[in-house]
């Protein structure tokens, strides 16, 4: 009984690692420039936000999209501007 006890606590961690690491993958899309060089990237967060990263890492900023309407946001939360299309911008539910 006392064998099976450590090795329950070590599999509680590792299912436990693992699903912190799932969170943590979020799918992320890196922009290029002409040259092929990585000039930033966008993760998504929350329900229909991203944010923008510069090529070190830097926060540029966020957007939040709700309907039709996309907010944009500079690093210190100030919006400046929004973009509204005919349609819903949602990416639809797999």
């Known amino acids: ?4 006890m450590p090795l329950l606590g070590v599999l509680i961690a590792v299912i436990g690692g ?3 690491d799932q969170a943590r993958a979020q799918p992320e899309t ?4 002409s040259l092929g060089r990585s000039v930033g990237t966008a993760t998504p967060y929350g329900n229909g936000g991203v944010r ?3 090529a070190r890492g830097k926060t540029l900023g966020t957007s939040t999209t709700t309907g039709n309407t996309t907010r ?3 690093a210190s939360g100030r919006s400046i501007g929004s973009a509204t299309s ?3 911008l949602a990416f639809p539910r797999r």
């Open 52 to 54: 923008y990263y510069d």
């Open 72 to 74: 944009f946001y500079d």
């Open 18 to 20: 693992l699903a912190i």
């Open 1 to 4: 009984m006392s064998f099976r």
């Open 86 to 88: 005919p349609d819903s």
């Open 30 to 33: 890196r922009f290029y420039d």
